[in-house]
């Protein structure tokens, strides 16, 4: 995500920290750099134009030019000026009673899953929220939302089949959350593959017969500028109240995510980075432009860490480790940890500078199959392997590359790697200046911090 535009804003800024004295000249080439970068980045010409302009005036002022770091007072006003492009403050939901959001977007976008993962996330909020099937088009839809409702153990109301009035389903489903003693409904409706005026006739009739407190446009970020022209459709259509971007962790460019606010004035209000459930977050502008300029997010991560990690297993292996006792078998539970927090290149992304080591990594380092072959071999070892690495010797080697469907010498290097892994936890000192080298060790300890525990070293 947005690591197109990241690469080329971290070049032009090191070129602008290494001036010595700053003039008029050397800011408008860097403007004009940035200004390429972010059409680059599919960000829509208007909103980058007025950006560029606003940046440009408060960076020729003469507290700026003749300040000690000029090249670092510029960095910090493109900072606060993007952070306010992507909408200023985080915006919650409106949820007082009667708390009531209506899913709009065209199809593909992924309307159906995001109505599920919002589910979820309220529901781990304290909320009892209820999914609404409203799409009378694509039956597959309404038992996508049901599979999904059961996944999640949220209660879930489907239309008799052969409804064709949205309105008649959205009241029976009213009538119907009642006896659910739910707080807050979830209507997912039908999208198209373009917008007509079908489309919009039927979402005026289920808008006004709702009066939602929230309408939601989910609207997915690889489509970039035309992302944009679809929030003003809807917008114009039932004044949607936010936006949901999708497959955010799918586009390099970002467009789409810094053109919305500028465009409809909707703040963004989550962010689906990722396939599973629990993949919805906030979306905190600030933030987003930390991680776009390469400060990276530690609350972000320390947020995402928190919640899918258990704090007495991740805190049992720390002690392991301090004792030196950490074993193949605490091994597998950090592989299990480290899959469910999803990708490892998006939430090592949160790290600050960690773009630029990304770079120096050797191919398929973060690849999540790669973790799925190592658990293979792992889980081929006996428990006497796994608490004694070094009795592996070569035709134990050999049975277990048999049993993972590796090769010799993958078992070869996972055990190797190992060793040396062990002898760097018992030295306290390497391990320091290793977290040093990645830039991310007061990250590494507010993460720690933020899941209750103690940093080791």
């Known amino acids: 995500m947005f690591s197109s535009l990241a690469d080329s804003l971290d070049k032009t800024f090191r070129n602008l920290r290494g001036v010595g004295k700053i003039s008029e000249k050397n800011i408008s080439d860097a403007l004009r750099e940035i200004r390429i970068a972010l059409l680059e980045a599919d960000v829509e010409f208007g909103a980058a134009k007025d950006f560029i302009a606003r940046v440009k005036e408060k960076s020729m002022g003469e507290d700026v030019l003749?300040?000690?770091?000029?090249?670092?007072?510029?960095?910090?006003?493109?900072?606060?000026?993007?952070?306010?492009?992507?909408?200023?403050?985080?915006?919650?939901?409106?949820?007082?009673?009667?708390?009531?959001?209506?899913?709009?977007?065209?199809?593909?976008?992924?309307?159906?899953?995001?109505?599920?993962?919002?589910?979820?996330?309220?529901?781990?909020?304290?909320?009892?929220?209820?999914?609404?099937?409203?799409?009378?088009?694509?039956?597959?839809?309404?038992?996508?939302?049901?599979?999904?409702a059961?996944?999640?153990?949220?209660?879930?109301?489907?239309?008799?089949?052969?409804?064709?009035?949205v309105v008649k389903v959205a009241r029976d489903a009213i009538v119907w959350a009642e006896h659910q003693r739910g707080t807050v409904l979830i209507f997912d409706t039908a999208g198209r593959q373009e917008i007509d005026e079908k489309l919009v006739a039927e979402l005026k009739r289920l808008h006004d017969f709702v009066?939602?407190?929230?309408?939601?446009?989910?609207?997915?970020?690889?489509?970039?500028?035309?992302?944009?022209?679809?929030?003003?459709?809807?917008?114009?259509?039932?004044?949607?109240?936010?936006?949901?971007?999708?497959?955010l962790d799918g586009d390099a460019r970002g467009g789409a995510a810094l053109s919305m606010r500028a465009v409809t004035g909707k703040p963004i209000k989550y962010a689906g980075e990722g396939e599973k459930l629990d993949q919805l977050f906030e979306f905190h502008p600030s933030r987003m432009a930390d991680r776009i300029l390469g400060m990276g997010d530690i609350v972000g991560m320390v947020e995402q860490v928190a919640s899918k990690v258990n704090e007495q297993d991740a805190m049992r292996s720390m002690q392991r480790?301090?004792?030196?006792?950490?074993?193949?078998?605490?091994?597998?539970?950090?592989?299990?940890?480290?899959?469910?927090?999803?990708?490892?290149?998006?939430?090592?992304?949160?790290?600050?500078?960690?773009?630029?080591?990304?770079?120096?990594?050797?191919?398929?380092?973060?690849?999540?199959?790669?973790?799925?072959r190592t658990e293979a071999i792992v889980l081929s070892m006996t428990l006497e392997e796994r608490r004694r690495p070094e009795i592996i010797k070569g035709s134990r080697r050999q049975r277990i590359a048999a049993g993972s469907g590796t090769s010799l010498m993958e078992v070869n290097q996972l055990i190797k790697q190992f060793g040396e892994m062990r002898k760097l936890m018992k030295s306290p000192h390497k391990m320091r200046g290793m977290m040093n080298q990645l830039g991310g060790l007061s990250g590494m300890k507010d993460m720690m911090k933020g899941m209750g525990g103690k940093f080791p070293f």
Do not use: W
């Open 66 to 148: 003749k300040s000690i770091k000029p090249g670092e007072q510029i960095v910090k006003i493109f900072h606060d000026e993007l952070a306010d492009l992507l909408g200023g403050d985080q915006s919650p939901l409106d949820l007082n009673p009667p708390a009531r959001i209506l899913i709009c977007g065209l199809n593909g976008a992924g309307k159906t899953t995001t109505s599920a993962k919002l589910a979820n996330r309220l529901k781990k909020e304290g909320r009892r929220p209820l999914l609404i099937a409203c799409d009378l088009y694509r039956p597959a839809a309404i038992d996508q939302l049901a599979t999904l």
């Open 150 to 165: 059961k996944q999640i153990d949220v209660p879930c109301f489907t239309p008799d089949a052969g409804e064709t009035d």
């Open 211 to 247: 009066q939602p407190k929230e309408t939601l446009l989910i609207a997915d970020a690889a489509t970039g500028q035309q992302a944009v022209s679809v929030a003003r459709h809807f917008d114009e259509a039932v004044g949607i109240t936010g936006i949901i971007l999708t497959k």
């Open 321 to 372: 480790m301090q004792e030196g006792k950490f074993d193949f078998t605490d091994f597998l539970d950090q592989m299990k940890m480290i899959r469910n927090m999803g990708p490892l290149d998006g939430l090592l992304g949160m790290l600050p500078g960690f773009n630029k080591i990304k770079k120096q990594l050797p191919g398929g380092t973060l690849d999540t199959s790669r973790i799925k």
